[in-house]
């Protein structure tokens, strides 16, 4: 069932759009993409998707002025959403090509997964499942319904993000015998290592979590 909040996607030059929008249609009526502050403002929940490198994903950001305007929409209390590259770009410094800053919405970093999970193979791209590090915390998250260990999502990365704060990572996953966080959850903020918009029935659930937490 549709419902109407102001579903905003940042465009900030990195791409993914299509496939989100698409998503994220499903369940509401309103989804804007834009590269405005206003709209930005005004949006009752906020969605940074994107496929790329760390610091262009930054500049795209610096260059369109949204940084500030993202961090403040960070402190209304209104549901955040990264989706990969946009996930990571929400902690505090990544190091890819270099180490660059990022939104610092998360304390943490983002670190190169092959330095971690050696003698695997390198973008992790595929399916793998997410698992609860602890009984009932997705109650009333966007993993609400999804089966812990069980459900497939579908991941392409070759970086992880490390929240510093234990408790914030809301699932983790296993790959080439590393368990990392593949979802945080600070306060109003998630984000997710893999595609929600690509993860089939899984990820559209996840999805419509995300929008019915506005309300």
Not at 64 to 82: C, D, Y
Not at 116 to 145: C, F, H, M, R, Y
Not at 155 to 162: L, R
Not at 204 to 211: M, Q, R, S, V
């Amino acid at each position: 069932m549709k419902i109407s909040p102001t579903i905003g996607i940042v465009d900030y030059g990195v791409g993914n759009l299509h496939s989100a929008v698409k998503a994220f249609k499903q369940f509401s009526d309103k989804v804007i993409v834009t590269e405005d502050a206003d709209d930005i403002r005004a949006a009752d929940a906020l969605v940074l998707p994107g496929v790329g490198a760390f610091p262009t994903g930054m500049q795209g950001l610096k260059i369109r002025g949204l940084v500030e305007p993202i961090r403040a929409f960070s402190k209304t209390g209104k549901p955040m959403l990264g989706i990969c590259l946009g996930a990571q770009i929400m902690l505090s410094k990544g190091y890819e090509f270099g180490m660059h800053e990022g939104l610092n919405l998360v304390e943490g970093e983002v670190v190169d997964f092959s330095a971690l999970a050696t003698g695997t193979k390198i973008p992790q791209i595929g399916w793998n499942s997410l698992a609860e590090p602890a009984q009932e915390v997705w109650q009333n998250t966007i993993l609400d319904s999804v089966a812990s260990n069980r459900d497939s999502v579908y991941f392409v990365h070759s970086f992880i993000f490390q929240p510093r704060q234990p408790d914030e990572a809301l699932a983790t996953t296993e790959y080439g015998g590393r368990e990392f966080c593949s979802v945080f959850k600070k306060n109003n903020i998630y984000g997710c290592q893999f595609h929600p918009e690509k993860s089939g029935a899984v990820g559209l659930k996840i999805i419509e979590n995300f929008i019915h937490l506005v309300s």
